[in-house]
T-cell receptor, first 115, second 110 residues
Framework: SAVISQKPSRDICQRGTSLTIQCQVD?????MFWYRQQPGQSLTLIAT?????????ESGFVIDKFPISRPNLTFSTLTVSNMSPEDSSIYLC????????????FGPGTRLTVT | GQNIDQPTEMTATEGAIVQINCTYQ??????LFWYQQHAGEAPTFLSY????GLEEKGRFSSFLSRSKGYSYLLLKELQMKDSASYLC???????????FGAGTQVVVTP
């Protein structure tokens, strides 16, 4: 299985500021995924990050609000820009692993609170 | 539209069996995942089904019927630590992105 770490694990931020979340994987992966889990809700995909190309965003998410970098095959960052209290969520990155991509693993998540 | 439906909550007694159903309607199908998520933690991968049938892994089993758009997760010999949310997720294309159901909160009572 893939081992994924995220930084920071949690943060409390002020409205209008930005936070960059880092995701590091212990093996090279083609695609990394960023999800959001709002309080009491299930997971929603924000975007898919491929190395060497622009991230692909899901409906309702835009690059200006959630810019993503993918500089190499083991690392990605997600920035939450111009934050508002509605951005308070857990942000998780995930990767596929295993032969035939039969598993997908999540990082420990970043718990963001915007005041 | 795309739908993934699962019950909101189930309660069962320690040592018993619980079956969590998941029905889905998605634009494509490239596999179904089950995850366990304890409060305040990230989801933990439990199982993956892409062909019809039953996959058994210890106390947990997962079943898939693609023609019916249906899966279930079976938890046997329930333990208190199995109290968690169980998430059904469908991979609708070959790129790996998952669509999640709302999750089923399983409460195990003594």
């Amino acid at each position: 299985s893939a081992v994924i770490s995220q930084k920071p694990s949690r943060d409390i931020c002020q409205r209008g500021t930005s936070l960059t979340i880092q995701c590091q994987v212990d093996s090279q992966v083609t695609m990394m995924f960023w999800y959001r889990q709002q309080p009491g809700q299930s997971l929603t995909l924000i975007a898919t990050a491929n190395q060497g190309s622009e991230a692909t965003y899901e409906s309702g998410f835009v690059i200006d609000k959630f810019p993503i970098s993918r500089p190499n095959l083991t690392f990605s960052t997600l920035t939450v820009s111009n934050m508002s209290p509605e951005d308070s969520s857990i942000y998780l990155c995930s990767v596929e692993s295993g032969q035939g991509a039969r598993a997908q693993y999540f990082g420990p998540g970043t718990r963001l609170t915007v005041t | 539209g795309q739908n993934i439906d699962q019950p909101t909550e189930m309660t069962a007694t320690e040592g018993a069996i619980v079956q969590i159903n998941c029905t889905y309607q998605t634009s494509g199908f490239n596999g179904l995942f089950w995850y366990q998520q304890h409060a305040g933690e990230a989801p933990t991968f439990l199982s993956y089904n892409v062909l019809d049938g039953l996959e058994e892994k210890g106390r947990f089993s997962s079943f898939l019927s693609r023609s019916k758009g249906y899966s279930y997760l079976l938890l046997k010999e329930l333990q208190m630590k199995d109290s968690a949310s169980y998430l059904c997720a469908v991979k609708a294309d070959s790129w790996g992105k998952l669509q999640f159901g709302a999750g089923t909160q399983v409460v195990v009572t003594p």
